[in-house]
């Protein structure tokens, strides 16, 4: 949860002027398949859980304007991660205290106490209180809410904050069950100094301390919203532990972003596979779009994925990208995965299955040589606003081949693979509105290995996104984008010698915002 940099709430307009935005969810630059809040302010998702066939996103929210400030937790909720209802305020910032990010569990057992007679298992969130004192300084804390009615309701624990610190800068509680042992574990922030503490708790309320892990991998910013959590192996029944933290800035991409560390808990320390201080960061995501990442908790065993989503935005511009009555995205959902890629164990990630009931329109394209320049594919019947795109090139001898997504007079999002530096990239240097920031127009790669002499790119297109999962998830690479309404070309390109495409699959997708 940064705050670095940002004024608050100085620019928030009055609640006569914010009532008068009524959204329509056609806005411009509204995604149509990635969750918005209707109006105002919207930063990290916080208390993903699961419960009772409902997947529940909370996430921060300023219920007063469209910059930083109030900071409460807002409520939605979905049935297929893709349809999301908005529920409204569920933790609100009162007198002198903010409620910063946090997470959520269904305390199955009722070991806090907070159940009912009615024998519902209480849903219990844990949050950072941020406290301004009367002399301007700050304090951060950690504090619980539970709601027994299924999340339609919230009160705060009396007895809070449950955790404290000599640390002004101590936050973002992520809170699991640890079954072995029959207790919750803690992992939460000291965020200046680059150490993430693990606590247990038998009860959601006494916290004790267990362990400390970091500084380590990268610290060129604060520690941020991080996560240990047992991700599957793919191909198999075995997991593997993943400790994610974000970093802001000094991230891949300059700005905000995640790293993480594969490793071993048990229960009471984490271990990093590697000599992470004598290692390369492993970032999570290479575009400059992808910070505050969590996973959802108590997803069905059955279900057999590992699910998170993150805020799609950065702080170095994130209250002056051009959007209103509403700032702010999340990313699609996505399944987290760990494959072994050149003999190691890294994190992958592939977009939410469920995405799939938005697509028609499919066109498929196959064995098509591509000289230098560029191909339109309007005459095939492949463009728009809102696309999935999944294609195969051989780069042959072209130094570069991919596509030209969001395409329009003078503008277009250039997403490739580059054979001078093995690596696949983004660039958004002319995707439309790029001059709110000195940092926004930028071109953005990561190291990508052909396979079989072939990359796969997986494309995600929204009004004002592109998600790329190239190698099936093995690079993930997330950038905003704000192009015409005009611009929804898409091109086939390759630059400085031919290139062949082997098969590309486009499907339009519809708007999971229709019944808004």
Known sequence: MAILGLTGSGSDPSPNEQASKTPSFEEPHRPQFH?????????????????????????????????????????????????????????????????????????????????NSEDQSPMVAIYTSHYTRAD????????????????????????????DHPDPE???????????EQKWVMSVALSPEHTIQFYESTDLKNWTLLSEFGPAGATGGIWECPALFKVPIDGSNRSQ???????????VAGGSGGQYFVGSFDGTTFTPREASVDTAPHW??????????????????????????????????????????????????????????????????????????????????????????????GQEGISGRTLELSAAFEPENAET?????????????????????????????????????????ARNEAPLALQNGRVRLRLFVDR?????????????????????????GVSLFATGGTARLIRLDAWSLRSAWVDQ
């Open 284 to 377: 999570v995501d290479y575009g400059p779009d992808f910070y505050a990442t969590i996973p959802w908790n108590n997803v069905p065993a059955q279900d057999g994925r590992t699910l998170w989503i993150a805020w799609m935005n950065d702080w170095r511009y994130a209250e002056a990208i051009p959007t209103s009555p509403w700032r702010s995205a999340q990313t699609i959902p996505r399944s987290v995965q760990l494959r072994s890629i050149e003999g190691t164990a890294r994190l992958v990630q592939t977009p939410v299955e469920e995405l799939q009931q938005l697509r028609e329109n499919h066109v498929r394209l196959e064995g098509r040589p591509l000289s230098p320049g560029t191909t339109s594919l």
């Open 241 to 251: 532990w993943v400790l994610q933290i974000d970093l802001n800035p000094g991230a």
């Open 464 to 488: 004002s996104s592109v998600e790329v999962f190239a190698n099936d998830g093995a690079r993930v690479l997330t950038h905003r984008i704000f192009p015409d309404t005009s611009s929804n």
């Open 170 to 180: 101590f936050r973002d509680p992520n809170v699991f069950w640890y079954a072995p």
């Open 35 to 115: 969750y918005t809040p209707p109006t105002n302010w919207m930063n990290d998702p916080n208390g993903l859980v699961y419960h009772e066939g409902t997947y529940h996103l909370f996430h921060q929210y300023n219920p007063k304007g469209n910059t930083w400030g109030h900071m409460s937790w807002y409520h939605a909720t979905s049935e297929d991660l893709v349809h999301w209802t908005h529920q409204g305020v569920a933790i609100p910032a009162e007198d002198d205290e903010m409620i910063f990010s946090g997470s959520a569990v269904v305390d199955s057992g009722d070991t806090s106490g907070f159940g």
């Open 401 to 441: 081949v991919g596509l030209h997504v969001r395409a329009g007079n003078e503008e277009q999002t250039v997403v490739g693979y580059d054979a001078r530096s093995d690596s696949v990239f983004v660039d958004r240097t002319e995707s439309g509105m790029v001059d709110f920031h000195n940092a926004f127009a």
């Open 136 to 163: 301007d300084s700050i304090d951060q804390a950690q504090s619980l809410a539970y709601s027994t009615d299924g999340g339609e309701t919230w009160t705060k624990y009396e007895g809070n904050p449950v955790l």
